[in-house]
T-cell receptor
Framework: NAGVMQNPRHLVRRRGQEARLRCSPM?????VYWYRQLPEEGLKFMVY????????ESGMPKERFSAEFPKEGPSILRIQQVVRGDSAAYFC?????????????FGNGTRLTVT | DQQVKQNSPSLSVQEGRISILNCDYT??????FLWYKKYPAEGPTFLIS?????DKNEDGRFTVFLNKSAKHLSLHIVPSQPGDSAVYFC?????????????FGEGTQLTVNP
């Protein structure tokens, strides 16, 4: 897990505030994925990005959620006007896009708590 | 629509014995399968994978078996060690999905007793 860096590890927000979660992929990885794990559930796909492009956002809620992976800097998952139901662990993963069958490497996650 | 299912939420085995974790899938387009291990407060760690052209892949104490006709795969850990106690997730991807994103099962909590 050490290669994919996520921060912050823990984030507490009050209802209505914004949450920004950051992810730096492993060195040399150009593909970034965000997953969410709700309590007692598995990981659910949210969005897949490459540099400056959103490739697949089919798992993202239609409102309040957005993601980016700029040319420079980390990938950002942004949640506006957070609600209690957004409380979850958010995991970022990256992979080497040159190989189709290669595993995703995950960070240690950001645990978001909405009070 | 749960395309990857792990029907056993928990499994308890004795140290030194074999642990067998099971996973079923419904999407016949899945062609690459992986197992991840997850400790509390950490991210999932890749363990072992198998592509659909094989029916077995082995790496040390870990072996993954794939039965395509039954849409079933399993992870065997032998011998089991207390440090193997964690949540194990099965995951799958299909060539036609963009970026080959992974679909995960709900996980199985493995406890290895000393």
């Amino acid at each position: 897990n050490a290669g994919v860096m996520q921060n912050p590890r823990h984030l507490v927000r009050r209802r209505g505030q914004e949450a920004r979660l950051r992810c730096s992929p492993m060195k040399g990885h150009s593909h970034v994925y965000w997953y969410r794990q709700l309590p007692e559930e598995g990981l659910k796909f949210m969005v897949y990005l490459q540099k400056e492009n959103i490739i697949d956002e089919s798992g993202m809620p239609k409102e309040r959620f957005s993601a980016e992976f700029p040319k420079e800097g980390p990938s950002i998952l942004r949640i506006q006007q957070v609600v209690r139901g957004d409380s979850a662990a958010y995991f970022c993963a990256s992979k080497d896009g040159r190989q189709r069958n290669s595993p995703l490497h995950f960070g240690n996650g950001t645990r978001l708590t909405v009070t | 629509d749960q395309q990857v299912k792990q029907n056993s939420p928990s499994l308890s085995v004795q140290e030194g014995r074999i642990s067998i974790l099971n996973c079923d899938y419904t999407n016949s387009m899945f062609d690459y399968f992986l197992w991840y291990k997850k400790y509390p407060a950490e991210g999932p760690t890749f363990l072992i994978s198998i592509s659909s052209i094989k029916d077995k892949n082995e790496d040390g104490r870990f072996t993954v078996f794939l039965n395509k006709s039954a849409k079933h795969l399993s992870l065997h850990i032998v011998p089991s060690q207390p440090g193997d106690s964690a949540v194990y997730f099965c995951a799958a991807s299909a060539l036609e999905t963009s970026g080959s994103r992974l679909t995960f099962g709900e996980g199985t909590q493995l406890t290895v007793n000393p």
